[in-house]
């Protein structure tokens, strides 16, 4: 079992960064592919950013390509989720998420790959 609790959220103005801090408790964390979303009000929950169980590989939603980087550490059972050059339409709650990987190349994009969730944090880009 793996219990998330995500930090790092708040407010920050357009062109701004921040960084998303998850941080796992469990002992088979580094079985676990991790991956970010987020849901903005009256909105379905999206995929954001996805790593393997060794953070070797990764990948992105079109809409942050290129400015949001997702890393992970399996010493400190720790993922992040570096955002750059922030717009309004990031604004959400995000939510850190492992999904249980039986391969070493495994990154889900789907939310019903993932069985833990984080409570999520709160971003806010004002323009």
């Known amino acids: 079992q793996v219990h998330l609790v995500e930090s790092g959220g708040g407010l920050v103005q357009a062109g701004g960064s921040l960084r998303l801090s998850c941080a796992a408790s469990?002992?088979?964390?580094?079985?676990?592919?991790m991956g970010w979303f987020r849901q903005a009000p009256d909105k379905e929950r999206e995929f954001v950013a996805g790593?393997?169980?060794?953070?070797?590989?990764?990948r992105y939603d079109d809409s942050v390509k290129g400015r949001f980087t997702i890393s992970r550490d399996n010493a400190k059972k720790m993922v992040y989720l570096q955002m750059n050059s922030l717009k309004p339409e990031d604004t959400a709650v995000y939510y850190c998420?492992?999904?249980?990987?039986?391969?070493?190349?495994?990154?889900?994009?789907?939310?019903?790959?993932?069985?833990?969730w984080g409570q999520g944090t709160q971003v806010t880009v004002s323009s």
């Open positions: 998420a492992a999904g249980y990987s039986g391969a070493a190349f495994n990154i889900y994009t789907n939310r019903r790959s993932y069985d833990y």
């Open positions: 469990g002992s088979t964390f580094s079985s676990y592919a």
């Open positions: 790593t393997t169980w060794s953070g070797g590989a990764t």
